[in-house]
């Protein structure tokens, strides 16, 4: 299975776009944002837990990355509410489930085997934030290959991409952002290939993003194989 899997071209995922199907597991959806592969894929998706739901435990080859955005998700009997960012290495496990139901931002192998970050961050911890009152920061995670972080912008305050040559990834948390005379709103997931990334800015107070860069070059771009 192919979805978005040129990494050459811009994506723009809209919330009017997001198709919710059914996983293997019962009472689990999700939307296929970019996809390589079958069941077992090298994936970006939003993935929906009905409230009390729950995966068998299993392993995740070249690595997962989450993004609690509602709700609270659980792993291994640990609690993480929204706005916690997991990230686990490659051939790592764990149980997942859902009491009250909840929806991530999910990434799946997409980490270099010598990539052995454990990360678990509550983003709502204001001490791990940085910046000025009109554009702050929230960094979650760095390396030689990409860089993820939140970004909080006062209205009019231009989206800063740091390594405009590597493309970028994006996901408005909330609020929205423009570029040009195009509007993206809360929920849409963006993708700019490398030397494509447009002037964005914020077009509402408080707007939230999720960003990810440094992934996309061709150097670096993992599991990018069909």
Not at 76 to 89: E, K, M, T, V
Not at 191 to 218: C, E, I, N, Q
Request: net charge negative.
């Amino acid at each position: 299975m192919l979805i978005n899997a040129d990494f050459s071209q811009n994506v723009v995922v809209a919330p009017d776009d997001h198709h919710w199907i059914s996983s293997p597991q019962a009472g689990v959806e999700r939307v296929m944002l970019d996809r390589i592969g079958a069941e077992k894929a090298r994936a970006t998706s939003l993935v929906r837990y009905a409230p009390g739901s729950d995966f068998p435990e299993h392993s995740h080859p070249s690595g997962e990355e989450i993004l609690v955005l509602s709700g609270v998700f659980s792993e291994n009997g640990i609690d993480y509410p929204a706005g916690c960012y997991l990230r686990s290495p490659d051939g790592s496990s764990h149980q997942p489930s859902s009491r009250e139901g909840a929806t991530l931002f999910v990434k799946l192998r997409q980490m270099s085997a010598d990539d052995r970050a454990w990360v678990r961050t509550n983003t709502h911890d204001r001490t791990l934030w940085q910046g000025e009152p009109r554009r702050q920061f929230c960094p979650l995670y760095s390396s030689q290959s990409e860089t993820v972080l939140l970004q909080k912008l006062a209205d009019g305050e231009p989206l800063v991409q740091d390594h405009a040559a590597s493309g970028a990834e994006v996901l408005i948390l909330s609020g929205e952002l423009t570029s040009a005379a195009t509007l993206y709103p809360t929920g849409s997931w963006l993708r700019f290939a490398p030397d494509a990334y447009p002037a964005l800015h914020a077009s509402a107070a408080d707007t939230l993003v999720y960003m990810k860069t440094g992934h996309l070059h061709p150097i670096t771009l993992v599991g990018a194989s069909s």
